[in-house]
Each structure stands twice: as C-alpha cells, then as structure tokens.
C-alpha cells in the first residue's frame, strides 16, 4: 500500500524554515503543511433529544475542522419518549439507518449533519367497508397497509374507497363519529396522533346519479435521493396525493440533480421494464396508483461510500482500505485479493479503476459477509484489466452470498479479460472458469460499459477436475442484468453462463462467442423483459440463447437479434417451454447439419442435428410480440418443437429451407398472424389430426414447396425473392 504522505527533501525544509521565521502565517510543521481539513457541522432537529460527535474518541464541536481521511462518530441521545426517526448528511436522508449512531468514514468533504427525533409512539390503524358496495385500501407513507397495522406517531395514513358499479360512497365514520371529505372516495389523517378505526359505506345510485358520478383514484408519487418527480394531467400540474380522474393520462416527469441520471421507475411497487429516461405515462387511470422514480449517481464521489476500498491500478497498485481492521488488502504485483478478518455487516463497496497489462482482483464474498445479502458492491470506474493466467476478477468460494452487485459507473468504460496462456492453478475448493467468475449471484447495474473478452482455448475442464477458463462472463448462481452496455466481442466458449436463472430487465448485450451467447445449465428460467440483445454464435450445435431445463420467456420491451452460423446451431433452445409475451425477436441461422455429438430426443431420428430458429423441447406458447426466422442452411426449421404450438396472440414471420413449423404435439392459432413459408419442405408439419382449424380471429399464410394447398408454390423459388419476402 502507497504512503500517501512524503518527506520533502532536507535543503527545502530549511529553507521553508527560515522563511516561516518571517511570515507569522506560517505555523506548521514543514511535514505537515499541504494536509486538508474540513468543517462538520451537526444538529439535532427539535427538541427529542440531542447529538454528539467524536473524532478518534475525542468530543468535537459543530462546525469544527477534522483531517481529511479521519472517521467522524456522531451519537444521538433521545428524550424519554422520543427515539431516532432518521438522519441526514448534507440534506439528504441516510437510508435504513434509525439507530443512535451514524459514523462518517474516511472524510472526503465538509459534512452537516442532523438527527431526527419522532414520538415513540405507534398506533393501530383500523378500517373496513361498511357493506357489500365497494372496498377500501389504506397507505402509509406511500405504501399499504392491513386493517390493524401500527403507524407511527405523526405520520400520515391515506384511505381510499372503490365502490363496484351501481354504488357510490354513502359516508366516512372515523372513531365512530362522521368526517367530512372534499372526495367521497378519498379520506385523510394527515397527522397519526391516536389509534384510529375507520369505516365506509356505500349505497345504491341508479339514473343519472350513477352516470353523473365520475370515479377518481388516488395518485402517489415520489423520488428517490439525486432528484425530483413532478406529474401534471391534460397539461396541468398536480400534486402527489392527489385525485384523478378515471380514464385520465398523467406525466411524470423526473429532474436528476447535478450528477445523477434516472435508475428506474417502478409502478405500483413493479419495475417500469426498459424505461431509465426522465419521463413515464400512465394512461387510463383506473385504480389507486403508485409512481416512484429513483436515481443513481455518474460520479463516483456521490455514491455515498465513505467505508470503501479504492483499488487504483497502474504501474503498481494503490488501495485505499478504511476497513483495514477487518478485511485484508494483499497485493502481489498487479493482482489484488481481499480477505475478511471478521464479517462485515451490509458487506463491503470497492472502487476500481486504472489499468493492469497483467493484474487481477479477488474477493472472497463468504468471507466477507457471513450471511446472504449484498456481499461486494463493486464500483467499476473505468478499469482495464488483463490476467494473463487466470480471471481478472472473480469472487471464488461465495455459494451463501446471494448477490454481487456489479456498478458500471456512469460514463465509464471498464475491460476485462484473460490471456491464450493456461490459467495458474487454484487453491483447494477453488475455481476459475474466465475473465470475469463469481460462485454468487451477480447484479450488473448502472449507465457505463464493460468489455469482456475469454482468449483461453483450455478445454472445459483438465484431468482431474481442475477447471479451467472457458467463457467470459461465468456465474455459478443467478445473474440479473438491469442496466449498462455488456460487450463480449470475442469468447472461446459461451459469452453468458450461468448455474441458475438469467434475468434481462434493460440495458445493452452485444455478444460474439464460439459457443452459446447466453446459457444456463441448471433447472432455471431465462427471462429477458427488457434491454437490447444482438448475439452471434459461430461454433457447431451453438446457440444464441440456451436454457437447458427450463423455459425461455420474452416480454415487455426485449429487442433480440440473434445470428448463429454453426452447423445443428439454433437461435433460441429450451428443453422446457419457450414463451413469448412480447418484444421483438428477428433470429437468422445459416448452418445446415450436423451429425456429431447425437443425443436421443435432443435431435432428429436420423442422428442428425439441424439449425432451427427455434428448437423447444415441450411447448411453444406465444401471446404476444413479434418473432422473425430465416433458416438458410439445409433442413434448417423455423419452428421445431416436441410439444404442443399454441399462438393467441402476436406475429410470426418464418422462412425455411426446411419445415417452417415442426411439432409433434397439437397446433392451435386463436388470433395473431402466421406467415411460414418452406423453401423445400412443408410450412408446417404436424401429426395426422393434431391441427386444430384456425380461429377466425387468426391469419395464417403457409406456402411450401408443394403442399397441394391453392396457396402452394411449386416451382422453385427465387433466392433473392424469398428471402426478401
């Protein structure tokens, strides 16, 4: 670890010396001269209690200068009757902690800090509808609660009422007495002071007073810290708590503070697939409804991480390491490995950047937080690292730990990869199988860029089950990728793998592999919901997207290109189901036959392995969406499934040189559009009796080679006009 204070050479220390002997602002030690301070400033809000700070145990002032680096311990003491509500640092609220401490590690700034007290007081909240005629729902600081919950002193408790059809509210009882509301759906305790039972009743309308009644729902919203939300409707703004119309538009509008982008909006407490821009509608207001937007930093000197390890690279390595006394920073050349003394309670957040021509970095996230949670939270913020012999980063040993969080800091580009050289060998129970490896679940987050490239040709594993690197991106657990531009231009083996689910909520994939772009290998789905994929495989029987015990599912906003040019390579293989909800899916193969590597029941009867759009092992479901299938090699399939086709919705587009669609099961089309056309076989091909008329709410157009149909094209086909169709 560099020293981060260096001695000034003896003839200049003099000569400042005797220069100080002159000047009466000189007063410091040479030595010391150049070092920073900062003001910490601190308050406790009202009179609940009162607040302390200290600095390496000694009492400070408020407004009193502390040495950059140092940790500032702040302690709250409640009045009797009063305990901690929250605190803040310079404004803004400190999420999760309502304890008596909060401690500024490793000061970096000037600091204000306060304390809130509350009433330490809760009270049961009671409501129910009076009668048959509608229903109630309460909230609490935005989010709902049941009938006999406890709310806290002073806060504010929202009722809302939704009668069926034929009835509108009658009254609103709180404590038994009648309360007048400007809205007869909408009731408000604005301030929690004393246990509360609440009631509403409705009664029968008819006529005009039925039609005359307009239904209007409750709209909350808010935002998270780095910015704030604003909605309006038919152009005029509104507040949150506030009713709307049935049947109305809203537009949320979101303003990020200096610094910060929009992370994501959630509605009514689900994750707006694909939407990370500063604007969301709502349309067709039908229901009480929820809106918040919160928000993610682009510099680093905002994400709030006064305990994390900055690990610079370069021409040797730099760790800053305020957690010194309970995990171990080891440094050898350019590779870096942390170890926990002791468990870390909420883990640990590590910064990189820098570049490292043969450096690595390692975390061993069992070690570091002993339960499931967030072990590591790492911060890539422009780092460029090549391990010659192994992965460049990898967190070995993690099964307990649930999920490594992977921030692409915004604005930054990050590359990792390994070397064609065999990886060094691993420590007992120790594995290493690419550039980037965890035994956790991982979680890739924010508006940067990685790259990651796998160069090593090792096979998948050496005698005697040492492993080796052979993908870029490995997880032996889940991965879930919400956000950032993933880059894998080059990967011996697959691109994406993974031991257990993959998730794709948004963000960008851009993929080139040998083997499968995207695979997991155990009895878990793959959903990709939102985010752009484009993924090219080019090795025999690869496939862009490969799931091999469960189903493949694909809704929302997913925009999918997929290009596989091996022989027996499919676009999109599931050996359970393959459900299409939504998105765009285009897949274009142009590999013909492979007969190696038979496998009953996985290929065709002849021990052989034809391309396919689309190979399902049971049931190909489509509700929704649009998918695309040229199939250029011989006997490549659009369709091919050992289960049942059913389509209720969406469109089809395929073109074939064989089958368009292949089934062993039942085929059903109940509305949407199929096009399918066979360059040399059947549009679709099916067992006696198990095609099922089509719906009238369905279009179908099947041409093939020579089907019989009014329809058929017998002759053969122009290249350039089929393709093109």
């Given at each position: 670890m560099k020293n981060s204070r260096k001695l000034l050479p003896k003839p200049f220390i003099f000569m400042l010396t005797l220069i100080c002997g002159f000047m009466f602002f000189c007063d410091k030690d040479p030595l010391t001269l150049g070092e920073r301070t900062y003001a910490v400033t601190f308050s406790a809000a009202g009179a609940g209690g009162t607040i302390a700070a200290f600095v390496d145990g000694a009492p400070i002032q408020s407004g009193a200068a502390v040495e950059h680096g140092k940790n500032v311990v702040f302690s709250a003491s409640p009045n009797s009757g009063y305990l901690v509500k929250h605190w803040t640092r310079n404004g803004e609220i400190v999420v999760g902690n309502s304890t008596n401490t909060f401690t500024v590690n490793n000061l970096l700034a000037a600091a204000v800090v306060t304390v809130v007290f509350e009433i330490d007081q809760n009270y049961a909240v009671t409501f129910s509808a009076a009668d048959a005629g509608g229903t109630i729902a309460a909230f609490v600081d935005g989010a709902p609660i049941t009938s006999g919950a406890t709310a806290a002193h002073g806060r504010s408790v929202i009722f809302t009422a939704a009668p069926v059809s034929g009835y509108v509210v009658n009254e609103w009882t709180l404590n038994g007495g009648v309360v007048e509301v400007e809205n007869p759906t909408v009731f408000i305790i604005s301030e929690l002071t004393a246990a509360a039972v609440v009631n509403v009743s409705f009664r029968e309308c008819a006529g005009e007073e039925c039609s005359a009644v307009i239904n209007t729902y409750m709209l909350m919203f808010t935002a998270g810290a780095g910015g704030t939300i604003a909605a309006s409707v038919d152009g005029a703004p509104?507040?949150?708590?506030?009713?709307?119309?049935?049947?109305?538009?809203?537009?949320?509008?979101?303003?990020?503070?200096?610094?910060?982008?929009?992370?994501?909006?959630?509605?009514?407490?689900?994750?707006?697939?694909?939407?990370?821009?500063?604007?969301?509608?709502?349309?067709?207001?039908?229901?009480?409804?929820?809106?918040?937007?919160?928000?993610?930093?682009?510099?680093?000197?905002?994400?709030?991480?006064?305990?994390?390890?900055?690990?610079?690279?370069?021409?040797?390595?730099?760790?800053?390491?305020?957690?010194?006394?309970?995990?171990?920073?080891?440094?050898?050349?350019?590779?870096?490995?942390?170890?926990?003394?002791?468990?870390?309670?909420?883990?640990?957040?590590?910064?990189?950047?820098?570049?490292?021509?043969?450096?690595?970095?390692?975390?061993?996230?069992?070690?570091?937080?002993?339960?499931?949670?967030?072990?590591?939270?790492l911060h890539l913020n422009g780092v460029n690292i090549t391990n010659l012999r192994g992965p460049a980063i990898s967190f070995p040993r993690g099964r307990n730990i649930d999920t490594v969080y992977v921030n692409l800091v915004a604005g930054k580009e990050n590359r990792l990869s390994d070397g064609t050289e065999d990886y060094d060998p691993t420590p007992e129970e120790e594995q290493a199988k690419g550039p980037f490896f965890s035994e956790s679940g991982v979680v890739f987050d924010?508006?940067?860029?990685?790259?990651?490239?796998?160069?090593?040709?090792?096979?998948?594993?050496?005698?005697?089950?040492?492993?080796?690197?052979?993908?870029?991106?490995?997880?032996?657990?889940?991965?879930?990728?919400?956000?950032?531009?993933?880059?894998?231009?080059?990967?011996?083996?697959?691109?994406?793998?993974?031991?257990?689910?993959?998730?794709?909520?948004?963000?960008?994939?851009?993929?080139?592999?040998?083997?499968?772009?995207?695979?997991?290998?155990?009895?878990?789905?793959?959903?990709?919901?939102?985010?752009?994929?484009?993924?090219?495989?080019?090795?025999?029987?690869?496939?862009?997207?490969?799931?091999?015990?469960?189903?493949?599912?694909?809704?929302?906003?997913?925009?999918?290109?997929?290009?596989?040019?091996?022989?027996?390579?499919?676009?999109?293989r599931s050996r359970g189901n393959v459900d299409f909800r939504g998105g765009v899916t285009v897949i274009d193969t142009y590999g013909g036959i492979d007969s190696t590597g038979f496998k009953p029941g996985e290929d065709d009867d002849d021990g052989t392995s034809s391309a396919s759009g689309v190979r399902v092992h049971r049931n190909f479901i489509m509700s929704g969406g649009e998918l695309t299938a040229k199939n250029r090699g011989e006997n490549s399939k659009g369709i091919n499934s050992n289960g049942n086709v059913t389509i209720t919705n969406g469109t089809i587009y395929i073109m074939s040189i064989g089958h368009g669609v292949k089934l062993d099961g039942e085929f059903r089309i109940l509305a949407g559009k199929l096009t399918s056309l066979s360059y040399d076989k059947k549009a679709i091909d099916h067992n006696p009796g198990m095609l099922h008329p089509w719906n009238e709410n369905a279009t179908v157009d099947r041409r093939d080679r020579c089907d019989g149909s009014a329809h058929a094209l017998c002759a053969p086909f122009n290249d350039q006009s089929f393709w093109s169709f």
């Open positions: 509104i507040q949150s708590n506030t009713t709307v119309d049935q049947g109305k538009t809203v537009a949320f509008t979101a303003s990020p503070d200096n610094d910060y982008i929009v992370r994501e909006w959630m509605l009514n407490d689900v994750i707006v697939s694909g939407n990370n821009t500063n604007t969301l509608t709502v349309e067709n207001i039908s229901a009480m409804t929820r809106v918040t937007v919160s928000f993610r930093s682009t510099n680093i000197d905002n994400l709030g991480m006064e305990n994390a390890i900055v690990i610079t690279y370069g021409n040797s390595v730099d760790v800053h390491n305020p957690l010194a006394a309970s995990v171990n920073a080891i440094v050898n050349g350019g590779h870096v490995e942390l170890r926990a003394v002791a468990p870390v309670a909420g883990g640990i957040d590590v910064v990189m950047s820098g570049t490292a021509s043969n450096g690595s970095f390692k975390a061993y996230a069992s070690d570091i937080a002993a339960s499931a949670g967030m072990a590591v939270r924010g508006g940067g860029s990685l790259e990651v490239r796998s160069k090593s040709t090792r096979p998948a594993a050496a005698a005697g089950g040492d492993y080796r690197g052979r993908h870029a991106i490995v997880v032996d657990h889940h991965i879930t990728i919400r956000n950032g531009n993933i880059t894998i231009p080059e990967s011996t083996n697959d691109g994406i793998h993974a031991n257990r689910e993959i998730n794709i909520m948004g963000g960008t994939l851009n993929i080139k592999s040998v083997g499968d772009a995207i695979q997991n290998e155990r009895n878990y789905p793959i959903t990709i919901s939102g985010g752009r994929l484009i993924l090219e495989t080019s090795g025999i029987k690869s496939h862009g997207i490969a799931c091999d015990s469960n189903n493949v599912i694909i809704s929302g906003g997913a925009d999918i290109n997929i290009k596989v040019r091996g022989n027996g390579a499919k676009g999109i």
